[in-house]
Each structure stands twice: as structure tokens, then as C-alpha cells.
């Protein structure tokens, strides 16, 4: 197979297939992926936050190799030195009276770069890395630098408090909070982490960074053309999701972008994108722009009151039978149960295969919800 | 806890959510000690207008404050105002959001009340809330204890609630029929704005002309809508020029391209080759079967007055505006493309759908003097950046009632556009009925509209 053609359908079926690998072979990681694969698509930088040993770092391994792109890693901690990210200064220039770095290798270099423990780093670095995050260059002495690094990914257990990282945490617009699977998922997890561990001794690149270009190239190429009829369907959900959660004008400004690539992973054309599927994918793209852990609640709320106007009718319904169940009004709670399956069969049977798929949790968790009252409702 | 709705589960994130939106609504509207309330009070106020309420059983009432709410929401949706609205808020986030705001200021106002008239307090703690027999099922069988005993100050109470209600609710009569007259008629989209604007009204009086002007707006356009079928413009059979083709048949042959019509004088040979061929380039043709029209529609202080009466939002009148408007949205209703703006001295936002027609009509303000040259030189403008728009026609729709119109613009304007025609209602202008197409309008009824149908 030739992965150099960039023929922006062929990039998009590449870049499924990578989509599909890497949901294959993590265990329930759907969410980080998608947000990996919005990052790329769009040149976003992209901070995954969560404990030690929630696949961070083979996250972004394996999209390396599987995009067949060179990366750069490195855990910063404050004595990290700041050769050690942008390269050592030529000691052989330096005797001939010239101050000069050697490049190779370093971050200039690689597509890929991912900084472990970012926030630990000292302050020469944060300074480096915000005009690397911002400008993809580096302020180099006298020389400005253009830096290869298409995406930036960062890694940390924390957000930070420290006023003077602000500045770099907004840098990373898009992020993931990673958590340890519940404890009844251990065993499957440890057949997938087994799994995991020898695929990713063999895997084959699937796709290449010029599929990536190609794809960013078009969707921007897309909101050039249309930003005025995308801004009318995308603005009015993101002005109402900020009254919720504060997110910087800089990211407001990306979120069309984000949409955008959100339905390219997710199968849909660029011809085929019309104001309900911008609706769904702006919902859905807003969970990546939090800024704490605390605020996953004032997203999950937010996307449930924005989700298409029969599934939120459905949540409604088992909403207001749970409320019934706990003041006894059983009668009235079976009536709701029994309404809320009928509309769930309804708009399964109406929806398309590709709507339900990006619904497929929020209909997933609703069937469980509700075999759990219909359960209930039945034994009183 | 406070909340008095058996279903509503308060402890979910969307419910907190809903909670949350009825803060931001209310800060919106400067109702003031929005943030000292319980979430399970805002919660309700939401969910009496999104749901249909259930009340729980009142003897678990505790503080006065619980009481009190309880009693607000018993009365409020026992009410007329409430069977009215709550047939239009129903399912509705953003009209339950409102609502919930006008409810949430009943309760400040009396729990200020309350907490000042040791009188209404003593009620307040001496009296479990009756629960009205019409709420629900669920709510009959929890008749609370004490629910019977109605002094006089109690009744004070209650007294005092209903005319809280009705200063802060208003009078909402007719409202759902005019919606659903709206979503019938114009779509499920105008009939939310229009509700909108209805619910957001802040007096009675300024909701009796939004009604006045609906009526007037429906009656008329309903009626030609029916009546009438506009622009068969298909027969007309000449369409637009757009883009070049291969000839396909010979009736094409008027269009050949000005290249192949030299073919003809100067090498016949070829010309005839690409006859034979089937490769001669025409102009291809596409035919506009919808109207493509560009209205400026005058809204200076004298369009909103009648014809022949000089008394703006006259209950039962229809006014020079909502007249020019009915013809916009029939146009825009039978599927053409229209885009609209109104102007005053100034000409106002290009608008491109009919829900933005209708809410830009009832939030008109009728002020400002008229400048038709500034209007049309705005259309000349769009029609520049914009070149798609030389293909539609403008109508100007105006009472004429400008003391200076430049000729040059007009014909610039008759120029740039596909034609140009003005509706001159209920008076003159010389300038105008010199240089354009000019149609005069005496009477404000159906008859004249299908007139101006047909003319434009």
C-alpha cells in the first residue's frame, strides 16, 4: 500500500483505519483517542492529565508509529536542561567562535513531541516551549528558529494552581482527563494490556503525516470558505457552554476546526456535513476544552442538555421516573419507564447506523438506566 | 430539602444544570437575590414549565420558606396564566428558562414579604399548603394535615401570592393559540421566536401589540397564502444565463457563445464540424421557477401607521408594516429567495429567513425619519460584494415619505439588479413614480397584495 498519496479521501480512510487500530488495541480509550486524533488533525497541542500507568505515553508511541512519524520525548523535571529539549550548542562551532545548536534529534526536529511532567519544568524551558506551543518556533539567541513539531503533546498527573503556568496550560487548549478502569474491568484490561504489549512490537504504520496534512489542509480550506454559515450552527452552543466553563477567545476560535475534524475521524465527508451533524460534533468536541477534573460533571450536563431532541426526551423520561421510583410514585415512574423504551426502539429504528454510533455510549448507558428501573418498577 | 416536585430528581447533573441556566437567565433579567436561593427552588421553576408537575406530599414541609414555595407553586399551576403557558413551554428549555425567571421573582417578592409581616408569617407557620385536587393523581392521595383550616390571614397570604403572580406573570391569554397559529402557518422555528418575544414581555400592554400585529400579520398572510399562487415564472421560459454548455438540442441555438458566432463569419468549415459534431459551446440557461427578490421595506414612525389613521398599533388595524412584511413572508413561504431589509434613515441588517423576518418586525421600533437614497444605495452595495444578487429583483416598499430622493441612485439601482419597482403605499412621490416602475397602494387589504404579487 502507498501511504505517500495525499488524495484527501484515501488520508481520511487511512486516518479511519488508524482510528480503528488504536480503539482496537487500548482498552476503553475511545475518548482519548478521538481527542489525540482531533489534536493532530488540527494542529492542536493536547495535554492528557491523569495518574501514572493510564497509557499516556503509549498513547502518543503509538500513534508515532502508526502515522510513521518521528517523535521526540522527554520527562522535564526542574533541573531539566534546556540542551536537552532544543539540542547541545556545537562545541566545534563554539571553538570557531560561533555559537550554534545541533538540531538533530531534538524537538526542532521530530513531528511528535511529548513532554511528560511539563508543569515540573524550570522556568528557561516553560519560556522556550510557549514559543514553541504558540509559534512552532524557537527564540534561539539572535535566530529565530522554525520548529518541525507538528503536535505538541504534554503530560502531567495535575492541573496547575501556579499562576505563572496558566499561560502554558491555555497553550494546550484540548485535554484529556485519563483515569484507572474500575475495578471490575481488571480483567479484561489485563488481557488487552498483554495484547498491547506485543502489538506494539509490531505494529505498521497505517497512515502518514502527509494524510495528515492533506486532511488539515482541506477542513481549513472548508471553514475559510464557510466560517459564516459554521459560525451561526457552532457559536450560539459554545456561547452557551462558557457560561458554564470559561474558555479562552484563542479556543473559541479553534472550536469550528475541532468540529469539523471531530466527523472527518468519524466517517463523515466534508460535502456531507450539514448544521445538525456541526451541532453533534461541537457538543461533543467542547468535552476536550475543560479545565479541571471537577468541571467533567458541568460537561456531562451541558452535553445531555444539548444532545438531538428525542434522546434528550428519552433521558428526560428516565430522569423523571428515577425522581418517582424514590417518592413512591410507582404507577406514574412504570408509565415513563414503558414511554421512554417505546422512543428508544423508535429512534433506533429511525436513526441512521452513523448517528447511533456517535451516540453509542449516551444509548448504551440510557438501555442500562433503564432495564435497571423497568427492574424495579417490576418488583414493587 | 425545598423542593416540592415529586418528579424531578434533584440530585442529577442535568437537573443541577437546568438549575444553573435558570441563575444565568435570571442574572440576565437583574433579578436580584438570584444566587441566595436553594438549587432545588430554581430546579422547579424549570421543571413546572418543562414538565408536567407532580407535587409531593406537603406534610414533610418544614421551614417557612419551603412552605411558601410550595404555595407559590400550587397556585401558579393551578392558575389560567399557567394552563396557558405551560402548553407552550412544555418540552421547551428556553421558554421554561424564562418562565422560571418570572416565577423565581414571585417568590423573592413574597418571601421579602413574608419576612416583614408578622401576619403573613404567622400564616405561613400555622397552615401546611393545601394541594389542589386538579394537580395530579399522585398528589390526591397526599392530602397534607392541617390542609383544612383557612383563617383569615392565611387567606391574606394567598391573596397576596395571586397578585404577585399576576404583576410578575401577566396576562398570557390567547398566547398558545396565536403559537400554534404561528407554527402552522410560518413553522415550528417562527412560532419559538414568537413565543420568545411573547413570554419575554415585560407589560401587559407591550404583549397586547405584539398580539395585534401577529393577528393582523397571520390574518393577512393566510389568507393570500391561500388564495394565491404566485409567480409562475417557470412559463416565462427564459431563465438566467449561467455558465456555458455543449449544445444539445437546436432550440439552444440563440445561445451559441460569441466565439462560435465568429466561427460563423469566419471559418463556416469548422463551425459546421462542430455542428456535426455535437461540440458547440451556448450559454447555458438556468430558469428560475422561484421568485429571487431583494425587499426594502421602509419602517420609519408613518409605516406603522394605518392608511388612513394616524394612530400607531391601533388594536384590530393593520398598519402600513405588518402589511409590507405579509408580503415578504408569503414570498419567502412559497419557497423563494428573498432577502430583506428594512431602513429607516439608516438601512438595517440584511435578513435571509423568515423567522428573523418576523422577529425583526415585532421588535421594530417605529422612529426615524426615511432615507430611501441611503436604502437603495445600500442595495446597490450588497449587490457589489455580493454579485449573486444582481439576479434578484428589488422592490422597494415604502409610503414615500422622504422630502429628497436622488434620481441617479434609482437608476444606478434599476442598472445593477435584474429590475427594479417600488410600492408606493397609501401616498405619492414624484421622484420615484418618475424613474421607477412605481405601484400605488390605496387600501391595505388582500386584494392590493395579490395586485403587488403579481406586479413584482
Known amino acids: 500500500m502507498s501511504i505517500m498519496s495525499t488524495n484527501p479521501q484515501e488520508a481520511i480512510s487511512r486516518i479511519r483505519d488508524v482510528y480503528y487500530k488504536l480503539n482496537e488495541i487500548f482498552f476503553k480509550f475511545n475518548n482519548e483517542i478521538t481527542g489525540i486524533l482531533i489534536s493532530t488533525l488540527s494542529r492542536e497541542n493536547y495535554l492528557l492529565?491523569?495518574?501514572?500507568?493510564?497509557?499516556?505515553?503509549?498513547?502518543?508511541?503509538?500513534?508515532?508509529?502508526?502515522?510513521n512519524a518521528k517523535w521526540f520525548y522527554r520527562q522535564l523535571t526542574k533541573f531539566t536542561d534546556l540542551e536537552e529539549v532544543i539540542g547541545p550548542i556545537n562545541i566545534a562551532k563554539l571553538l570557531e567562535g560561533k555559537v550554534e545548536r545541533i538540531y538533530a534529534n531534538s524537538i526542532v526536529d521530530c513531528e511528535f513531541a511529548l513532554l511528560d511532567e511539563i508543569f515540573n519544568a524550570s522556568s528557561a524551558i516553560l519560556n522556550t516551549l510557549l514559543?514553541?506551543?504558540?509559534?512552532r518556533v524557537i527564540y534561539d539567541g539572535d535566530k529565530i528558529v522554525p520548529v518541525k513539531t507538528w503536535t505538541v503533546f504534554g503530560s502531567s498527573n495535575r492541573v496547575p494552581d501556579e499562576e505563572e503556568l496558566q499561560a502554558l496550560y491555555d497553550r494546550f487548549p484540548l485535554r484529556v482527563f485519563t483515569e484507572y478502569v474500575d475495578p471490575d474491568d481488571t480483567e479484561p484490561l489485563m488481557i488487552k494490556g498483554w495484547e498491547l504489549r506485543k502489538e506494539l512490537e509490531k505494529i505498521e504504520p497505517l497512515a502518514s503525516m502527509e494524510d495528515i496534512y492533506s486532511i488539515n489542509k482541506i477542513t481549513i480550506s472548508y471553514l475559510d470558505n464557510n466560517i459564516k454559515d459554521v459560525s451561526k450552527i457552532v457559536s450560539p452552543i459554545v456561547a452557551n457552554y462558557v457560561e458554564h466553563v470559561p474558555v479562552s477567545n484563542r479556543t473559541r476560535v479553534k472550536v469550528p476546526l475541532y468540529a469539523l475534524t471531530y466527523l472527518v475521524i468519524h466517517g463523515f465527508t466534508l460535502e456531507n456535513i450539514n448544521s445538525t451533524l456541526l451541532r453533534v460534533a461541537t457538543v461533543k468536541i467542547l468535552k476536550y476544552l475543560i479545565h479541571n477534573r471537577e468541571q467533567i460533571n458541568d460537561y456531562l450536563a451541558f452535553a445531555s442538555a444539548h444532545l438531538p431532541e428525542d434522546l434528550l426526551r428519552i433521558t428526560e423520561l428516565t430522569n423523571?421516573?428515577?425522581?418517582?421510583?424514590?417518592?413512591?410514585?410507582?404507577?406514574?415512574?412504570?408509565?415513563?419507564?414503558?414511554?421512554?423504551y417505546k422512543m428508544l426502539q423508535e429512534l433506533k429504528e429511525r436513526w441512521s447506523k452513523l448517528m447511533i454510533k456517535l451516540f453509542e455510549s449516551e444509548i448504551n448507558e440510557l438501555e442500562s438506566l433503564l432495564n435497571k428501573l423497568k427492574d424495579?418498577?417490576?418488583?414493587? | 430539602m425545598p423542593g416540592v416536585l415529586a418528579n424531578v430528581d434533584y440530585g442529577d447533573l442535568l437537573t443541577i444544570f437546568r438549575a444553573r441556566e435558570v441563575i444565568i437567565e435570571a442574572r440576565k433579567r437583574f433579578v436580584t437575590k438570584i444566587d441566595k436561593l436553594d438549587p432545588e427552588i430554581l430546579a422547579d421553576s424549570f421543571y413546572i414549565h418543562y414538565r408536567t408537575p407532580i407535587l409531593k406530599n406537603p406534610s414533610s414541609l418544614e421551614s417557612i420558606k419551603e412552605k411558601l414555595w410550595y404555595m407559590i407553586v400550587s397556585t401558579y399551576i393551578n392558575s389560567p396564566e399557567y394552563r396557558e403557558v405551560s402548553k407552550v413551554t412544555k418540552l421547551n428549555s428556553k421558554l421554561s428558562r424564562i418562565m422560571a425567571t418570572k416565577v423565581i421573582r414571585v417568590y423573592i417578592n413574597m418571601l421579602t414579604k413574608v419576612e416583614r409581616n408578622e401576619i403573613l408569617k404567622d400564616a405561613l407557620e400555622s397552615n401546611i399548603p393545601k394541594p389542589r385536587s386538579d394537580v395530579s393523581s399522585n398528589e390526591k392521595d397526599s392530602q397534607g394535615p392541617g390542609s383544612s383550616s383557612s383563617p383569615l390571614e392565611f387567606k391574606l397570604l394567598e391573596q397576596e401570592v395571586r397578585t404577585q403572580l399576576s404583576i410578575n406573570i401577566g396576562n398570557l391569554k390567547g398566547i398558545d393559540e396565536m403559537v400554534s397559529r404561528v407554527k402552522s402557518l410560518l413553522g415550528a422555528s417562527v412560532g419559538h421566536e414568537v413565543a420568545e418575544l411573547l413570554l419575554n414581555a415585560e407589560e401587559d400592554s407591550e404583549r397586547v401589540k405584539l398580539m395585534n400585529m401577529l393577528r393582523s400579520l397571520i390574518k393577512l398572510v393566510s389568507s393570500i397564502k391561500r388564495e394565491y399562487e404566485i409567480f409562475e415564472e417557470a412559463s416565462e421560459g427564459k431563465g438566467v444565463p449561467e455558465g456555458v454548455k455543449k449544445m444539445r438540442s437546436i432550440d439552444e441555438f440563440r445561445d451559441t457563445t460569441p466565439s462560435e458566432q465568429a466561427l460563423i463569419k469566419y471559418s463556416k468549415a469548422l463551425f459546421a464540424y462542430k455542428l456535426g459534431t455535437s461540440n458547440l459551446t451556448v450559454r447555458e440557461r438556468r430558469l428560475d421557477t422561484k421568485p429571487k427578490l431583494y425587499l426594502l421595506i421602509d419602517k420609519s414612525g408613518s409605516m406603522f401607521y394605518t392608511v388612513s389613521n394616524r394612530v400607531p398599533h391601533e388594536v384590530g388595524s393593520l398598519s402600513?408594516?405588518?402589511?409590507?412584511?405579509?408580503?415578504?413572508?408569503?414570498?419567502?413561504l412559497k419557497g423563494g429567495k428573498i432577502v430583506v431589509r428594512y431602513f429607516d434613515r439608516q438601512a438595517h441588517e440584511l435578513i435571509k429567513d423568515k423567522r428573523t423576518i418576523v422577529k425583526t418586525l415585532l421588535t421594530l421600533t417605529p422612529l426615524g425619519g426615511t432615507s430611501i437614497t441611503t436604502a437603495v444605495r445600500t442595495a446597490i452595495q450588497d449587490a457589489k460584494e455580493n454579485p449573486k444578487l444582481r439576479t434578484y429583483?428589488?422592490?422597494?416598499?415604502?409610503?414615500?415619505?422622504?422630502?429628497?430622493?436622488?434620481?441617479?441612485?434609482?437608476?444606478?439601482?434599476?442598472?445593477?439588479?435584474?429590475?427594479f419597482k417600488a410600492i408606493l403605499v397609501g401616498n405619492d412621490n414624484q421622484v420615484i413614480e418618475k424613474y421607477i416602475s412605481t405601484l400605488k397602494i390605496r387600501n391595505l387589504d388582500i386584494k392590493e397584495a395579490k395586485e403587488v404579487l403579481k406586479t413584482i
Open chain 2, 320 to 332: 402600513k408594516i405588518v402589511w409590507a412584511t405579509s408580503i415578504a413572508l408569503v414570498l419567502a
Open chain 1, 131 to 135: 514559543s514553541i506551543l504558540n509559534e
Open chain 1, 376 to 380: 424495579i418498577v417490576e418488583e414493587r
Open chain 2, 393 to 419: 429583483r428589488l422592490i422597494l416598499i415604502t409610503d414615500g415619505e422622504d422630502d429628497y430622493v436622488n434620481p441617479e441612485t434609482l437608476i444606478e439601482a434599476k442598472k445593477t439588479y435584474r429590475d
Open chain 1, 320 to 340: 423523571e421516573a428515577k425522581a418517582l421510583i424514590s417518592n413512591y410514585a410507582i404507577s406514574e415512574a412504570k408509565e415513563r419507564v414503558k414511554d421512554a
Open chain 1, 49 to 67: 492529565i491523569g495518574p501514572p500507568g493510564t497509557a499516556k505515553t503509549t498513547l502518543v508511541y503509538a500513534l508515532s508509529r502508526l502515522l
